[in-house]
């Protein structure tokens, strides 16, 4: 079991002092410890860097126009040839805003040429600045399916967590994607919406979450997208601060425990996927990897088949948000 902890992580620590079970004792109750990846990967989530134009106060990345982590076009490069060798059929492009990293095009084209499928994680807004206004068109023309951003689908409770003025502008970009096609019935470019909760709660669930944004955005503006994901948020970088800061994170922490279902355990996303930092290293989620709970190989470049496939996967308390009700993953709901 690879587990590092450092402050604040060593605040998830704190439950077996108040009497709850940890997560690893959970899973050794319902006999599924060690946790482990299927047979094969399909999914390479790499985060190419946590430079962002917004500083959300959700934020597990701690992303932020202050940032200056960016991945370079080499690790990206030894990420499609492990990709390519192992036959792992879908890129995840995650950040901060990965259209900031001046290779992220590069990545997209490189990947659409060996066939991979492509999504690009957008918090919308960024596709507003000039020099990133080309992007819907590029995604459009390289198939890429577009996760957007939207935390919620009035102005008052977006801004309230990213920011003023980000509701308006995430709205003209959707109406944008959609006049490309983007969301729209029949076409095959996809769009996808995240929707996050507000506070220290647990996501509603996400069938009558989506028929709520789906419903309120058609009415209200005329926009259209596929399916909306709703993810719980982790307590995590940013999210784990506010938590501490307001005493919210005991209470938090009781209800992902309490809502823990044993049904989402199976479906889990580390056990389908691969993560890798914006330096190469590789983790089990992009969760563990902003807590440093690397895995075997640690870098991308040592990366071998067999390291990924049936690999013993790290857990801590956090990972209970994945395990909480109907489940929560970079997919939405697991269950």
């Not at 999504?119 to 996760?147: G, M, Q, S």
């Not at 959707?174 to 029949?186: P, T």
């Not at 307590?235 to 009781?254: A, D, H, I």
Request: charged share 20%; aromatic share 8%; glycine share 8%.
């Amino acid at each position: 079991m690879n587990v590092n902890v450092t402050s604040p992580f060593s605040q998830l620590d704190t439950l077996e002092s108040v009497g709850i079970k940890t997560f690893v004792e959970k899973l050794k109750e319902i006999q599924a410890f060690p946790l482990k990846s299927g047979d094969h990967i399909n999914i390479m989530q790499i985060n190419i860097g946590k430079v962002c134009n917004l500083s959300c106060k959700h934020c597990h990345v701690e992303a932020g126009p202050q940032r200056t982590e960016i991945m370079s076009q080499e690790i990206m490069a030894q990420c499609l040839q492990v990709m390519n060798d192992h036959q792992i059929k879908t890129l995840d492009i995650t950040g901060g805003a990965p259209e900031l990293n001046p290779n992220h095009q590069w990545l997209i084209r490189q990947a659409t040429e060996i066939n991979r499928h492509v999504i690009t994680r957008c918090n919308l807004t960024v596709l507003n600045d000039k020099n990133y206004a080309h992007l819907p068109e590029f995604y459009a023309e390289h198939k890429v399916e577009v996760v957007a951003s939207l935390p919620y689908y009035t102005q008052k409770n977006t801004d309230r967590m990213r920011g003023d003025g980000v509701f308006q502008s995430s709205i003209e970009v959707l109406k944008q994607l959609n006049k490309l096609g983007y969301g729209r019935e029949g076409s095959d470019l996809k769009l996808n919406l995240v929707y996050n909760p507000g506070g220290a709660f647990l996501p509603p669930a996400q069938q009558g979450i989506e028929a709520d944004f789906r419903r309120n955005l058609l009415d209200q503006y005329g926009i259209t997208f596929n399916s909306l994901y709703a993810i719980g948020n982790f307590p995590v970088g940013r999210f784990l601060t506010f938590l501490q800061k307001s005493g919210n994170l005991q209470p938090y922490m009781e209800k992902l425990v309490a809502a823990f279902n044993p049904e989402t355990v199976s479906g889990v996303m580390c056990r389908d996927q691969i993560s890798v930092s914006w330096d190469g290293y590789l983790f089990d989620c992009d969760f563990n990897q902003m807590l440093n709970l690397s895995c075997k190989p640690k870098h991308i470049s040592d990366c071998k088949a067999e390291d990924l496939n049936g690999r013993e996967i790290a857990v801590h308390n956090h990972c209970y948000a994945c395990t909480a009700g109907s489940g929560s993953s970079c997919g939405g709901a697991v269950v």
